[in-house]
């Protein structure tokens, strides 16, 4: 059985920064593109980050292109999301998520694994 256990969230000042860890167990993450996905409350849940396979590959949503950096390391079944200059809108519960696709994708529906989330808040 494969979990995605996320860490890192917790309560920022606007300007600040955090690093969300996800770490996998049940199956190597070398066969899955890694993603990052954020929903604020009453929203629905969008897509923030992915990376591929192999890691030589990332795709960014706009909104966090160049304040947000995913990374990943195969050997310690880990991805993580560097989140610098963050602003109240990105206030939000962010997900962990593992696809099998090759490059990954934005599409929450070709998600196969998902994490239980962990809380981010940035205070004005």
């Known amino acids: 059985q494969v979990q995605l256990v996320e860490s890192g969230g917790g309560l920022v000042q606007a300007g600040g920064s955090l690093r969300l860890s996800c770490v996998v167990s049940g199956r190597s993450i070398s066969s899955y593109a890694m993603a990052w996905f954020r929903q604020a409350t009453g929203q629905e849940r969008e897509f923030v980050a992915t990376?591929?396979?192999?890691?030589?590959?990332?795709d960014l949503a706009d909104s966090v292109k160049g304040r947000f950096t995913i990374s990943r390391d195969n050997n310690k079944n880990t991805v993580s999301l560097q989140m610098n200059r963050l602003q109240p809108e990105d206030t939000a519960v962010y997900y962990c998520a593992a696809d099998s696709s090759l490059r990954g994708s934005r599409n929450l529906r070709e998600v196969d694994y998902w994490g239980q989330g962990t809380q981010v808040t940035v205070s004005p």
């Open positions: 990376i591929s396979q192999g890691g030589a590959s990332t």
